[in-house]
C-alpha cells in the first residue's frame, strides 16, 4: 500500500523537463528517498526505476528518529524534490523527445551466451542491371564501343553513335571488315568533301561523336586514354576531340599517319581543360577518303587501382566493407534465352577480342568489359569473398536436358580453373597472360539462379555437384532450392533464399529462420530488399523494414551463412528496377537509405552475437540485436542495434550484464540514428543526405542506461570497453572504424 502522500509525489512524476544531468538525478533520488523515509511510518515503497535501477525506501522510521532526532518535512520540501527528480528523468536521454511506451533491453555481453558470426554474414550483390556495370562501376565511357550492339549483320544500327555531317559529305555504314573474329563489324565512313576544292568540308570537319551514356563526365586536369583501331587506303588526317554540352573543347589531338592501310592500333592521352558531364567524343576529318574504325575505347585514368572501377562508385560498396561479393546475376546469368545469357569464356582475354552480348532481360547491349576476370579482380579488391553465379543450362524459356549438359559442365570447370588454376594450366594461363599469375580465392559457386522448380535443374544440379566436388572438394555449392521450409531433397553446402515484399512482410520476416534446422546446408539470402509503393525510389519505411529483417538474420547467424540487398546500382537514366542502393549518374551518385543502413551491419561480419533480450514489447514494432567487436587498434567494442519501426517513440530501459564494473567507456562511445520527419522521404541529387546516419556522442554511459527511440528509426548504441571481460568467440573481427565514421562524420 502506498500513502496518499506517496501517491501524490508520484503523481508529479510526470511534471516537465528540467536539464539535470543522470548523475544528479541519482542523487537528489536518494535525497528524497530519505527525506520520505522520515515522514512515515515502516513503509516500504517501491519507487519509478531511474537509470534501470529501483530505488527503495527501507528504512524505518522509528530506526531514524533514533539516530536523527524527531524531524518534521513539509511537504514543500518534498515537492521541490521530485519536481526536480521528475524533471531529469524525462531528460535523461537527451533527446527531447516524449517516449510513449517504456521497454527494456537486456544485453549479455559474458561469452557464455555468444555466437560466432561468419565473416561471410553481410555482403553485396552485384547484377548487370540498370545499367549497374556498362555506364556505371565499369568506367569506360565509350558506349557501344565496337559497333556490335545493332547485330552481325549489316547494314547495321550503331546507336548511340551519331554523325556529324549530312550527306552531300560523307556516308556511314558498318561492314563484317574487323580484324577481330569475334566481333566482325566495324564502321566505315566515306569523306566526300575535302580540305580544299568545290565540295569543302565544313570548318569542324565531318565524322562521328559518341554521347557516352548519358553524357560522358570529363573533368578538368584530369587525363582519359584514348584507344581505337583505324585504317585507310590513303594517309589520314583525324581530329580527335572531346566537346562540351555547349560546343566547347575540352580536348583536342590529332591523329596523322601516311600509312594505315593495314589496321593499327592507335593509342592517345586526352588532358581536359574544362569540365562537362555531358559531354561526347568525336572523330572528325577534312579530308576525302575512305577510313575504317573499329574498338573505340576511351577510359579515365583514374580509376581505381587502374583496374577499370569507377573510383567514386566503387569506394562507396568499399565503405560498406562487403564479405562478399556475388556477381554476375541475377537474371542477368540466365537470360530470356540461353543464346543471350552471359557466357563466362566470352568475357574473358583482350577487350579489343570480346564479342558482347544483348541482356535480353535488362534489355541492353553489354560490351563485356567487365567480364569474368574483372568480377574476380573486384572481389580482391574489396577484399571480399568471390561468389560466381553461372549458368546451369536454364533461362527464362528454353532449358537443356540434364543428358546433353555436360558441355555446360565443362565450363564451369573450366570457369572455376581460370579462377584458382595455376598459371600454366590452360585456364590460368589466360588469367595470368591478364595481369594475375597468382590465383584467385574462389571457395563459393552457385548453380544457376532462381531456377528451382524448372523441369531440368534437378538433375542438372547434380552433375555440377558431382563433377567441381570431385575436381574441388573445398568449393561450396549453393542451390537454387529453399531449404527454409523443409529439408533439401539434394546435397548442397548453402541453399538460396530471395524475398522481396512489403514493408510490413519484410519487417516480419526477421523470425523466418529462428526455428529453421542449424544442421546441414545454411541459408543465402542473396537478394533480399523491400519492393513496391512502400519502397518508392528508396524510402526510409523500406530502409527500416530490411534493418529489423538483417537483425534477425544475425539473430540466426548459426543458420544463415550470407545475405545481400539487391540491386546494389542504378542508373539514373535507366530505372528498369527499383529500389536500389546506389543511385548515379556519369558524374555523381548518392546512397539511398537502404544503403545507409547496411553501414550499420559492417562491423558484424567475424564479430561476436551477444544474447540481446527485450522485455515488455507489446507491439512487437521493436527488434534488437548485440555484438562484440575488436578494431585495428585492438579494442574491445559493444554495439547495440535497435530498430523502432512503430510510429509512437519509446523509452528503452537499457542493462548490460557481464561487464566488468565501469569497464564502459564514455569517450568514444557514440549513439547513431537512422531517421527522418516523414517515413516516405528519400535521398536525392538534390538532397543526398535527407535520410543518413546521423552520430551524437554518449554523454553518461553505464551498465545501465535510457535511451529514447525516435519514431521509424534504426539506433546503434556503440560502446568502447576498456575490459577484456566481454564475450568474443571465433576468430578475432579486427574492425578499422575509422571509415564508419568518416563517412558520417559530416551529418
Same mark, same amino acid.
Given at each position: =500500500? ?21 548523475? =544528479? ?24 526505476? &531511474? ?16 539516530? @536523527? ?32 511506451? !517504456? ?31 556498362? *555506364? ?22 550503331? +546507336? ?28 566505315? =565512313? ?21 554521347? *557516352?551514356?548519358?553524357? @560522358? ?98 569506394? @562507396? ?95 564451369a570447370l573450366d570457369g572455376i580453373e581460370f579462377a584458382r588454376g ?11 597472360? =591478364? ?72 519487417? +516480419? ?27 518508392? !525510389?528508396?524510402?526510409?519505411? +523500406? ?45 555523381q551518385m548518392y546512397g539511398t537509405p537502404s544503403y545507409w543502413m ?25 527488434i534488437a540485436s548485440a555484438i562484440s567487436w575488436k578494431d585495428t ?6 554495439? &547495440?542495434?535497435? %530498430? ?35 517515413? @516516405? ?26 535511451? %529514447? ?19 568474443? %568467440? ?18
Open positions: =500500500m502506498i500513502s496518499r502522500s506517496n501517491h501524490t509525489l508520484i503523481s508529479l512524476y510526470n511534471c516537465p523537463l528540467l536539464p539535470l544531468s543522470h548523475h =544528479m538525478t541519482k542523487s537528489l533520488y536518494k535525497t528524497a528517498r530519505v527525506l520520505l523515509s522520515l515522514s512515515h511510518t515502516s513503509h516500504r515503497v517501491k519507487y519509478p526505476k &531511474i537509470g534501470g535501477t529501483h530505488f527503495q525506501a527501507a528504512q524505518t522510521v522509528d530506526t531514524l528518529r533514533e539516530k @536523527m532526532g524527531a524531524i518534521n518535512l513539509s511537504k514543500s520540501v518534498l515537492l521541490f524534490f521530485f519536481v526536480v527528480l521528475s524533471a531529469v528523468y524525462r531528460s535523461s536521454s537527451a533527446t527531447g523527445v516524449e517516449a510513449n511506451q !517504456t521497454v527494456s533491453l537486456v544485453v549479455n555481453a559474458s561469452e557464455a551466451s555468444a555466437k560466432y558470426i561468419p565473416k561471410t554474414l553481410f555482403g553485396v550483390f552485384f547484377e548487370e542491371i540498370n545499367h549497374a556495370g556498362a *555506364g556505371g562501376l565499369w568506367a569506360e565511357l565509350v558506349n557501344n564501343r565496337g559497333f556490335e550492339a545493332g547485330g552481325p549483320n549489316t547494314p547495321s544500327n550503331i +546507336a548511340p553513335w551519331s554523325v556529324i555531317g549530312n550527306e552531300s559529305s560523307l556516308i556511314i555504314s558498318t561492314e563484317r571488315s574487323s580484324r577481330f573474329d569475334r566481333n566482325k563489324i566495324a564502321l566505315r =565512313m566515306d569523306v566526300l568533301c575535302d580540305h580544299e576544292g568545290s565540295n569543302t568540308c565544313p570548318p569542324g570537319g565531318v565524322g562521328i561523336y559518341n554521347p *557516352g551514356f548519358w553524357g @560522358m563526365n570529363i573533368e578538368q586536369g584530369k587525363t582519359y586514354k584514348l584507344v581505337l583501331y583505324a585504317r585507310s587506303l590513303g594517309p589520314i588526317n583525324v581530329s580527335v576531340s572531346l566537346t562540351g554540352s555547349t560546343g566547347s573543347t575540352l580536348a583536342t589531338a590529332n591523329i596523322v599517319d601516311s600509312d594505315v592501310s593495314n589496321w593499327t592500333k592507335i593509342e592517345l592521352t586526352l588532358q581536359a581543360k574544362g569540365t562537362d558531364a555531358n559531354s561526347r567524343l568525336q572523330l572528325t576529318t577534312t579530308r576525302k577518303g575512305v577510313v575504317w574504325f573499329d574498338q573505340v575505347s576511351l577510359m579515365p585514368t583514374d580509376t581505381y587501382k587502374g583496374h577499370g572501377f569507377r573510383k567514386d562508385l566503387f569506394e @562507396m560498396v568499399k565503405n560498406l566493407k562487403p564479405g562478399f561479393i556475388r556477381f554476375p546475376g541475377g537474371c542477368f546469368v540466365e537470360g530470356e534465352w540461353l543464346r543471350n545469357a552471359f557466357r563466362w569464356k566470352e568475357t574473358v582475354g583482350p577487350w579489343e577480342e570480346r564479342p558482347g552480348h544483348f541482356g535480353d532481360v535488362w534489355h541492353y547491349w553489354t560490351d563485356d568489359g567487365l567480364g569474368h576476370f574483372e568480377f574476380l579482380q573486384l572481389a580482391e579488391d574489396l577484399e571480399a569473398e568471390p561468389i560466381w553465379v553461372f549458368n546451369n543450362g536454364v533461362s527464362h524459356n528454353d532449358e537443356v536436358d540434364t543428358s546433353s549438359i555436360q558441355p555446360f559442365v565443362q565450363e595455376d598459371a600454366k594450366s590452360k585456364w590460368g594461363s589466360i588469367r595470368a597472360a =591478364m595481369g594475375h599469375p597468382e590465383p584467385f580465392d574462389l571457395k563459393y559457386v552457385a548453380v544457376g539462379n532462381e531456377d528451382c522448380g524448372k523441369k531440368y535443374y534437378l538433375g542438372n544440379y547434380l552433375e555440377f555437384y558431382s563433377a567441381i566436388q570431385h575436381e574441388y572438394p573445398d568449393i561450396k555449392l549453393i542451390s537454387n532450392c529453399d531449404g527454409s521450409s523443409r529439408p533439401l531433397d539434394h546435397p548442397a553446402h548453402i541453399y538460396d533464399y530471395h524475398i522481396y515484399s512489403s514493408a510490413d512482410n519484410v519487417f +516480419a520476416a526477421a523470425q523466418k529462420f529462428d526455428r529453421v534446422s542449424r544442421t546441414g546446408p545454411k541459408a543465402f539470402v542473396s537478394e533480399y530488399a523491400v519492393h513496391g509503393s512502400d519502397a518508392g !525510389t528508396g524510402s526510409l519505411l +523500406a530502409a527500416l523494414a530490411e534493418a529489423g529483417f538483417l537483425i534477425g538474420l544475425e539473430k540466426n547467424c548459426d543458420a544463415v551463412e550470407m545475405a545481400s540487398y539487391a540491386p546494389l546500382f542504378v542508373n539514373t537514366n535507366d530505372r528498369t528496377w527499383n529500389p536500389d542502393a546506389i543511385v548515379f549518374d556519369s558524374s547496411q553501414h550499420f551491419f559492417k562491423e558484424s561480419n567475424g564479430a561476436t552475437l551477444l544474447n540481446a533480450t527485450l522485455q515488455s514489447n507489446p507491439s512487437n514494432s521493436l587498434d585492438n579494442k574491445n567494442h559493444l554495439k &547495440i542495434k535497435v %530498430v523502432n519501426f512503430g510510429s509512437s517513440s519509446v523509452a528503452l530501459q537499457l542493462s548490460i550484464q557481464g561487464l566488468e564494473v565501469n569497464s564502459l567507456q564514455s569517450f568514444g562511445s557514440k549513439k547513431i540514428e537512422l531517421t527522418s520527419a516523414d517515413v @516516405m522521404d528519400e535521398n536525392s541529387f538534390q538532397v543526398p543526405n535527407k535520410v543518413v546516419p546521423v552520430s551524437s556522442e554518449l554523454d553518461d554511459v553505464g551498465e545501465e542506461m535510457d535511451v %529514447v527511440l525516435s519514431p521509424h528509426s534504426f539506433t546503434s548504441i556503440d560502446l568502447l570497453i576498456n575490459s577484456n571481460n566481454v564475450g568474443l %568467440v571465433g576468430p578475432a573481427s579486427y574492425v578499422d572504424k575509422s571509415s564508419y565514421y568518416k563517412d558520417i562524420k559530416m551529418y
